[in-house]
């Protein structure tokens, strides 16, 4: 990576102005001409290498990987890959009809528990003792099939557990999208215009979360972790400048509102970044991600800091824009104590959220940087994501910018291909080691992919000696 250097910010204000945009980049004017008999050629089958392979090329120094090369028949079309939940000594996800757990110190597959149909929605917090509650389609049609199935899964043991179907009325609480949340034991799922809460233990259903002005502000989506947050459109009209969000923090045990957080008229709440601290996004309702702030609030919801990073090229969600997904996934983002981290194209940087001020800021002329953990004060561990010709990489970055560029992690070039290609789709950190997904899986037997790549650094013989071989808390289904 070459870093340009280190720059400064231009704090946002925060009745939510328009700051002056920055003159576009012109496009090539000239348009290639297509041949007039296209060769047509039969695509070659993708190699996916095996662990074996990609540490045989290993240089010293480099990180010991290994890598998934699911099987799985799929359907000649995409899928969604979804959330990475890491439990105990595993890494859990769901795609397709089936949710598996990979083993972190090698990437064996531990359990898998299929599913009738496709997943479409799952939660990105398990509870703190590692269950998790998934939603599936009522069909495998391509077309009508509903988001109304619920199934809990243990994720340490890879026990299925209760399943219940989501009760449908009318367009008002329609299952074609659903968004769900857990905080705590509870289960918080929105679905069109309404939201509920559910015991994740037996499926029991606790209450209905509150609608406040009915007929003016309808929940729309819900965010969980250590807080459970509902965030609700309002005055829904035709004129975008009357709109506005509402954004509450209710107490998972009992349905009680612990405080609200209105937008001004005209913005809406776009991705909750952070619920302990709260920090979100808000976007115009009519510029969307072109016209877009960060927003951390304080205690009772009150309003601590407003940031524009806009004017240092930042973008929403690193360019993934509003995704369509949970409220909770925004790609390139990362909460700490007291500092936001956004990356993206060519640059990462960090906001001190007290202050609202760049605390440091990184270009880089040809890498995506994706902040990974949050360290001391406002430093962070950075994933730089391969390229084409080159692998990826964990740097340290702390207050001066470049001046502390400190490389944690470098990846073997054996594993650039299958690294470059997952295109950082889902990233989770821990311990040391770093689990790379793609954000879909493919049917398409020609343009095969890895389902999952990791890396962590060797550990010298002298200490993989001393360590009793780890016995699994794991079982089959």
Not at 1 to 23: I, L, N
Not at 71 to 90: A, I, Q, Y
Not at 422 to 451: F, W
């Amino acid at each position: 990576m070459a870093c340009a250097g280190v720059y400064a910010v231009t704090v946002g204000r925060s009745d939510g102005s328009v700051a002056p945009e920055a003159e576009a980049t012109p496009r090539p004017s000239g348009t290639p001409t297509a041949p007039r008999t296209p060769a047509v050629r039969t695509p070659e089958q993708k190699e996916i290498p095996t662990s074996e392979q990609i540490n045989a090329g290993r240089k010293p120094g480099d990180a010991k990987a290994w890598v998934v090369d699911d099987r799985t028949d799929l359907p000649r079309r995409n899928f969604k890959v979804h959330d990475l939940w890491t439990v105990g000594d595993t890494v859990v996800q769901a795609a397709y009809r089936k949710v598996t757990a990979y083993r972190l110190s090698d990437g064996a597959e531990v359990w898998s528990v299929p599913l009738p149909a496709p997943v479409c929605e799952t939660p990105v917090n398990p509870t703190p003792d590692g269950k998790v509650v998934l939603v599936y389609k009522s069909s495998q049609a391509r077309r009508g099939a509903r988001c109304n199935q619920l199934r809990m899964i243990d994720l340490r043991t890879g026990k299925a557990g209760w399943q219940k179907e989501l009760v449908e009325t009318g367009s008002a609480d329609d299952t074609f999208i659903v968004n769900s949340a857990i905080s705590g034991g509870v289960l918080a799922i929105g679905q069109s215009m309404r939201a509920a809460a559910y015991r994740v233990e037996d499926g029991v259903k606790l209450y209905d979360i509150p609608m406040e002005n009915p007929g003016k502000c309808y929940p729309d989506d819900v965010a969980g972790g250590t807080r459970l947050l509902v965030a609700s459109t309002c005055a829904m009209s035709v004129d975008g400048s009357k709109s506005y969000s509402q954004l509450r923090e209710i107490d998972p045990r009992t349905g009680k509102v612990l405080w609200r957080f209105r937008t001004q008229p005209g913005w809406q709440v776009g991705k909750v970044l952070s619920v302990a601290p709260v920090v979100f996004t808000t976007l115009h309702n009519e510029e969307r991600t072109d016209n877009w702030r960060i927003v951390a609030l304080g205690p009772g919801g009150a309003l601590r800091t407003t940031v524009d990073p806009r004017s240092k090229g930042f973008t929403h969600c690193a360019d993934a824009g509003e995704s369509g997904e949970n409220i909770q996934n925004c790609k390139g983002t990362l909460v700490g104590r007291n500092t936001v981290f956004l990356g993206g194209t060519n640059q990462a940087g960090a906001y001190d959220l007290g202050t609202g001020k760049l605390a440091w800021g990184v270009k880089s002329e040809d890498s995506t940087l994706n902040p990974l953990q949050a360290q001391s004060g406002s430093s962070a561990l950075v994933y730089e994501a391969a390229t084409p010709s080159r692998p990826g990489r964990i740097i340290r970055f702390g207050p001066g910018g470049v001046d502390t560029d400190k490389q944690v992690l470098q990846h073997p070039e054996s594993a650039t291909a299958t690294e470059y290609g997952m295109l950082a789709g889902h990233l989770a950190y821990a311990n040391g080691r770093i689990v790379i997904t793609s954000a879909d899986v493919s049917g398409d037997d020609t343009n095969r992919q890895a389902r999952m790549l990791s890396f962590a650094p060797e550990r010298p013989r002298a200490q993989r000696a001393r360590e009793p071989h780890a016995l699994l808390s794991h079982a089959s289904p």
